[in-house]
């Protein structure tokens, strides 16, 4: 019952930073889904999940709408590349 939009995360630039470092350490996992909370004394990850469950993001707006996130999903052979070659594919 309680609204997100607009909602502000605390420590957000701080939480940013500690996956953009942990992630660093595993490039070989081009899309993971980190569960990060404010613990009691200061950051803790949770888990980490490869690959993370898309549904949430399809739901609102199909994330392969976009095109850098399509050619990011299809780089990373986490969809199929679309068959150009028909006629009417754009």
């Known amino acids: 019952g309680v609204a997100i ?3 502000v995360v605390p420590g957000w630039g701080a939480v ?3 996956v953009l470092v ?3 350490a595993l490039p070989g996992a081009p899309l993971l889904g980190w569960d990060v909370i404010h613990g009691p004394r ?6 980490v ?15 392969l709408a976009d095109q850098r996130t399509r ?5 990373s052979a986490l969809v199929r ?6 006629a009417g594919v754009r």
């Open 49 to 63: 999940d490869a690959p993370p469950a898309f549904w949430p993001w399809q739901a609102r707006r199909g994330l």
């Open 22 to 24: 942990a992630a660093a």
């Open 16 to 18: 940013r930073e500690a």
């Open 71 to 75: 050619a990011f999903f299809e780089d």
């Open 5 to 7: 939009a607009g909602t």
């Open 42 to 47: 200061g950051l803790l990850f949770l888990g």
């Open 81 to 86: 590349r679309r068959d150009t070659s028909k």
